[in-house]
């Protein structure tokens, strides 16, 4: 009876994940309209709610908003929304439009316009030709304004606190888990860093004399008719209101993003302006804006120095005659994707209303190679459904948190078995074993709950992360582990007191 109580968590779990695999799926095979494709797999991926628009050939062909936002309130074309690490692509092309006008060069130190800024300590020259990190004549070396657009310096939040904010937008790559743990822990490059298109603001902002979001508007959102985006939040009315993922449940999480952050994290947008944008950029008129000239526009996303994949605000990955090139991540309740295929003058924009690493990295980049394929080939299949993942996933953790929570109200049993075996001397290694598990496991808790936003900074290469920042990511997961990790030292710990209570009688 002991070993049947023992299974029943596993066959509650065996059965959901049987359920939820042989569960029949309704939903089309393959689609052959973006309203079906988008309509159907926002359901499919739990997602809240998004707004996409889709551009080819210079003009707008679809657009479409699907879901809620975290209060509730339907998604619009015109809803605007954080972009998160998107907003890179607009503070790239701000930061062109400025060298073109000679108000600063890439080639400029980039302490000519931030005099006072420390860039002696954090600093990686590996893509300097001809020096190497101990070389002596690194500390007399430029750090040039390019070399900070292309994420090719790295950047210490420590010795750069003035450009830090609580905001730390988590960037969008492909699926690819090979390319994923080599830009991690590979020697060959910087890690990117949400700190340089913040310095870059800055820079901005000294060369004009304006503030970053003035000359946003002025050089590009006003002349390219994108009324509805903006670096000053406040200045709009009705900006959707995020959401965070709990298995599959969504639940309000607002965001603010501070002013200094804006250039790398914090414009907000909309999916049609976007598009604007893009179809600016990927088929340009005869006649466009004087500050980005049609001609010049191409270099926006081409490698910036021989050696890098970003353009200006573009992660620029690929490469031939037929390229996709993108941005996109999460901050607080946002989560967004932008690529463009510049051979094919096409580009999808797709701006969501939840934030987390499961949309920014696993859904939205689902969702956009789907629409590649109806937008080129007419169709595109049926994709995997992550909502059944997370039921799987939240039952689990369910039954595992019952079962804790169960073992925890029989801790006197446990202790009184203990005993009794120790007494008749029975098992004497068996039960110093059960001891050091026990209190390893209490160990090994409190140091997980104290060390995880410090493991998972190294393995996703980003410094500093607190426990904020991965609620942020993650809040579903995140929370169940605070959860479980708590519940499950609070079980060691009664078993413990128990034991040391009938030990004394």
Not at 11 to 30: G, H, K, N, Q, S
Not at 346 to 360: D, M, T, V
Not at 467 to 473: A, C, I, S
Request: with cysteine; proline share 6%; hydrophobic share 45%.
């Amino acid at each position: 009876m002991r070993w049947f109580r023992k299974l029943i968590p596993w066959i509650v779990i065996a059965a959901t994940v049987a359920a939820m695999i042989y569960l029949p799926d309704v939903d089309p095979e393959r689609y052959t309209d973006f309203s079906s494709l988008f309509g159907t797999e926002r359901r499919r991926q739990a997602n809240a709610g998004f707004s996409v628009a889709v551009c080819r050939n210079g003009a707008i062909v679809y657009q479409g908003s699907f879901g809620k936002d975290g209060s509730g309130n339907p998604i619009a074309r015109d809803s605007p929304m954080y972009l998160g690490p998107s907003s890179e692509i607009l503070s790239g092309a701000l930061l062109y439009s400025l060298s073109l006008k000679g108000s600063l060069s890439l080639d400029d130190d980039i302490r000519k316009h931030l005099p006072d800024l420390d860039m002696s300590k954090p600093r990686s020259l590996r893509d300097i030709v001809g020096l190497k990190e101990n070389d002596a004549e690194i500390e007399g070396n430029p750090i040039t304004i390019l070399q900070v657009a292309s994420h090719a310096i790295d950047l210490s939040e420590r010795d750069l606190s003035a450009f830090r904010s609580r905001i730390s937008g988590i960037e969008a790559g492909e699926l690819n888990p090979e390319f994923f743990l080599l830009s991690r822990f590979s020697p060959e490059g910087a890690p990117r860093s949400r700190l340089a298109y913040r310095l870059l603001g800055t820079v901005m902002e000294n060369a004009e004399g304006q503030s970053f979001s003035k000359l946003l508007e002025s050089r590009l959102l006003i002349p390219l008719g994108m009324h509805g985006t903006t670096a000053d939040p406040d200045s709009l009315q009705g900006i959707a209101i995020g959401s965070g993922l709990f298995f599959g449940l969504a639940f309000p999480y607002d965001s603010r993003v501070p002013v200094i952050a804006a250039p790398a994290d914090g414009i907000v947008s909309t999916a049609e302006d976007i598009a604007k944008f893009l179809s600016y950029i990927t088929a340009p008129p005869g006649k466009g804006i004087a500050s980005l000239p049609p001609a010049r526009v191409a270099k926006l996303y081409q490698p910036l120095s021989p050696t890098s994949s970003s353009g200006f605000g573009w992660r620029v990955e690929s490469s031939g005659s037929d390229r996709r090139i993108y941005q996109g991540g999460s901050v607080e309740g946002f989560s967004s994707r932008v690529v463009i295929w510049p051979e094919r003058n096409a580009g999808i924009a797709i701006l969501s209303a939840q934030g987390g690493i499961i949309q920014s990295n696993i859904v939205l980049p689902l969702l956009s190679s789907a629409a590649e394929s109806l937008l080129f080939s007419g169709s595109s299949p049926r994709l995997f459904a992550i909502n059944r993942v997370l039921i799987i996933l939240g039952i689990s953790l369910l039954v595992y948190l019952v079962s804790l929570l169960f073992q925890t109200a029989l801790s006197k049993s446990w202790a009184k078995n203990l005993l009794e075996r120790r007494e008749l001397g029975r098992g004497g290694l068996l039960n110093t074993f059960i001891l050091a598990r026990t209190l390893s496991g209490i160990a090994v808790r409190t140091l997980l709950l104290f060390a995880a936003p410090i493991l998972v900074g190294v393995f996703l290469g980003i410094p500093r992360l607190g426990h904020h920042d991965l609620m942020t990511m993650e809040p579903g997961t995140y929370a169940a582990f605070i959860i479980l990790a708590c519940v499950g030292t609070m079980r060691n710990i009664t078993r413990l007191v128990w034991l040391h209570r009938l030990t004394r009688g």
